[in-house]
């Protein structure tokens, strides 16, 4: 069974700047487009970032493009989301997992909390 760790959240102000990182382990991680999801408050989880098995294809949500970035390292099964210029409007639980519909995706790591402060 794959397991997903994901690190790096913590408390920033309004334009500050966050680096998470999720660590995969339980099957092969370069053969999976990876993704970057979120879940605030009340509100349903959400798609923010993915990237292809071998990093050269990104794809972002409208609210975040321009301001994240999705990488990862095959070599450390590990998947980064650098994130700058923070808004309140981030804050929310923070998760990594293969890229595919949300519906679909059986097993979540406990995720990582983001929090902005205006």
């Known amino acids: 069974q794959v397991q997903l760790v994901e690190s790096g959240g913590g408390l920033v102000q309004a334009g500050g700047s966050l680096r998470l990182s999720c660590a995969a382990s339980g099957r092969t991680f370069s053969n999976y487009a990876m993704g970057w999801f979120r879940q605030a408050p009340k509100k349903e989880r959400e798609f923010v970032a993915a990237?292809?098995?071998?990093?050269?294809?990104?794809a972002y949500a409208d609210s975040v493009k321009g301001r994240f970035t999705i990488s990862r390292d095959n070599a450390k099964n590990t998947v980064y989301l650098q994130m700058n210029s923070l808004a309140p409007e981030d804050t929310a639980v923070y998760y990594c997992n293969e890229h595919r519909p949300i519906a679909t995706l059986k097993y979540w790591g406990q995720g990582t909390q983001v929090t902005v402060s205006s």
């Open positions: 990237i292809n098995w071998s990093g050269g294809s990104t």
